[in-house]
């Protein structure tokens, strides 16, 4: 029996909210632009494990983050992201066998996993804990080990085009997410 493996930021969660992103460049004492810019510059590091929450935020942050600012950063950074897609999770919750790969750092991982309707989607996959990040192609196939599955028994779900590509170098099937209206007829 094969796989659809999702992807979780824009996929199964909706984008962050702008009010949510605000909120966040309101805690760092930041614009908005200068937020988003120290937000995303080293995000991939963070996503990879390679930075603590405390390196991460103090570089974004483009200062040294104290402890309680962080913890009140990660709080906010993963309420961000814990909207839920339904139109997704609908047709996730179809599926028979489903799991997650998600670029997320553990702190980001760790509330993702707290979220009710992340229930049945198993196993989860995030490249804090594996070290690796998408669109690498051994986080691929790492998962495919996880899974123990062939390429071809694995589809791929994701926004980001590099992401599908790489997948598809490495075996798997991969569609691309536009909208929920869309997924079903995409996975049959």
Not at 35 to 54: A, C, I, M, V
Not at 89 to 102: D, E
Not at 106 to 127: H, N, Q
Not at 143 to 148: A, D, H
Request: glycine share 10%; hydrophobic share 45%.
């Amino acid at each position: 029996m094969n796989w659809v493996l999702f992807d979780y930021g824009n996929v199964l969660s909706l984008p962050q909210p702008h009010s949510d992103v605000e909120a966040m460049a309101q805690a760092a004492g930041l614009d908005l632009p200068a937020f988003r810019q120290g937000y995303w510059k080293h995000r991939l590091e963070f996503d990879r494990g390679t930075l603590s929450p405390q390196e991460y935020w103090s570089l974004a942050l483009g200062r040294q983050a104290g402890e309680q600012e962080v913890d009140g950063l990660v709080e906010l950074d993963v309420a961000s992201w814990s909207h839920a897609n339904e139109g997704t999770v609908a047709v996730m919750r179809r599926l028979p066998r489903v799991a997650l790969l998600s670029n997320a750092p553990v702190c980001i991982a760790d509330g993702i996993d707290r979220l009710p309707w992340m229930a049945g989607i198993e196993p989860r996959f995030y490249s804090g804990r594996m070290g690796m990040v998408k669109p690498d192609r051994e986080i691929y196939l790492a998962v495919l080990e996880g899974l123990g599955a062939e390429p071809g028994e694995v589809t791929f779900v994701d926004d980001r085009l590099e992401n599908i590509e790489a997948a598809e170098h490495a075996g798997l099937v991969g569609v691309h997410f536009r909208d929920p209206s869309d997924l079903e007829p995409l996975l049959r």
